[in-house]
């Protein structure tokens, strides 16, 4: 078998990155291959999901209210077992827990970082078999190191990430993440069993042809929203157009097209659920840092999401993220900030 060594796996791209950084001690370096490892796991058993009874509901209720899936289960477990196991995660906080996880021991109590995610999201979808992901973001503690992680280093607001990223087990399964340098997408090569670099410094193009939104919800937007709706519609050669509609229902997937492509995706409030449906800790603040990172935006309607302070590990937001100029009309049609 030829391996063409001008790829880099995300091993030695991490390495690579760290050598330029003589005085950095590679805990994010190490932190970022222990989620990648989770993600080949859970990799494994999406691809042959159908086959080992794990479709399906577990037959429990998350703290969300919602059905767990039991590849939700799997999944969680990978990422919490793999973390907890390593050197480099002081605790983390998960959509499938009620509460934050502490990982008090003498190694854990000294690591910098504590981590956000959604083990799998889109997992409505699992029984369908369409694309589903894992998201994450890093956060660098603020209590005392050799001592426990504390609440507050899990209710920082997302400006203070210092990194983010997700995965999506699709047609090929791809690991991308972000810090301030710049944003990176790794592909599983199968043959090696490793995320090699495929997609290198990822750039949102400033606009996009696709607006992705449930319009199932249509009457429950306030006005500004339908508004910009009804022009994406509309919109025709003339004035940038004509828009194509995508919503797939994986945020993930949504966001990611988006994201190579130029989109928005918009998931706002409604009449019934007006503080919104998406997770502020561990889906809007990771998807605004990588968006941010590669030259888009994230708003919840009022303020920039990155910017806003947390109050519980489950708080909701609207979102609304993409590439910039859509984002700049978006504002300026709606009345969205």
């Known amino acids: 078998m030829n391996v063409n060594r001008a790829v880099l796996t995300l091993d030695e791209f991490t390495l690579q990155q760290l050598r330029q950084f003589p005085t950095a001690t590679g805990e994010l370096s190490r932190l970022l291959r222990d989620l990648a490892l989770a993600a080949k796991r859970v990799n494994v058993e999406v691809n042959k999901a159908g086959l080992v009874d794990i479709l399906g509901d577990d037959g429990s209720i998350n703290v969300q209210g919602e059905d767990v899936k039991k590849l939700d289960v799997f999944a969680n477990n990978q990422f919490v ?170 945020m993930v997937a949504d966001v990611h097209r988006n994201l190579i492509k130029g989109g928005i995706f918009m998931y706002p409030g409604t009449t019934d659920k007006p503080n919104g449906k998406l997770r502020l800790l561990y889906e809007a603040n990771p998807f605004a840092f990588i968006l941010e990172v590669a030259g888009g935006c994230a708003t919840d309607g009022t303020q920039r999401i990155l910017d806003i302070q947390p109050e519980s590990l489950h708080q909701r937001t609207p979102l609304f993220i993409g590439s910039k100029e859509m984002m700049d009309e978006l504002k300026e049609v709606s009345g969205l900030k």
């Open 81 to 250: 077992g793999v973390l907890k196991h390593g050197i480099s995660c002081a605790g983390i906080g998960s959509e499938e827990l009620d509460d934050f996880v502490v990982f008090d021991d003498e190694i854990s109590n000294n690591s910098k970082y504590v981590v956000h995610f959604d083990p799998l999201d889109g997992s409505g979808n699992i029984d369908v078999n369409v694309s589903i992901g894992t998201i994450f973001g890093v956060y660098r503690r603020v209590s005392e190191l050799g001592k426990p992680c504390t609440r507050e280093d899990f209710l920082q607001p997302g400006n203070k990430q210092v990194a983010a990223g997700y995965v999506i087990y699709g047609s090929s399964t791809m690991f991308v993440y972000a810090t301030r340098r710049g944003v990176n997408g790794f592909t599983l090569d199968p043959s090696i069993g490793e995320f090699s670099l495929s997609h290198p410094d990822i750039k949102c193009p400033p606009t996009g042809k696709f607006y992705s939104v449930n319009h199932g919800n249509f009457f429950q937007y306030n006005e500004g929203v339908r508004k910009y709706i009804d022009g994406c519609q509309r919109k025709t050669k003339e004035n940038g157009g004509p828009y194509t509609q995508r919503y797939i229902g994986s």
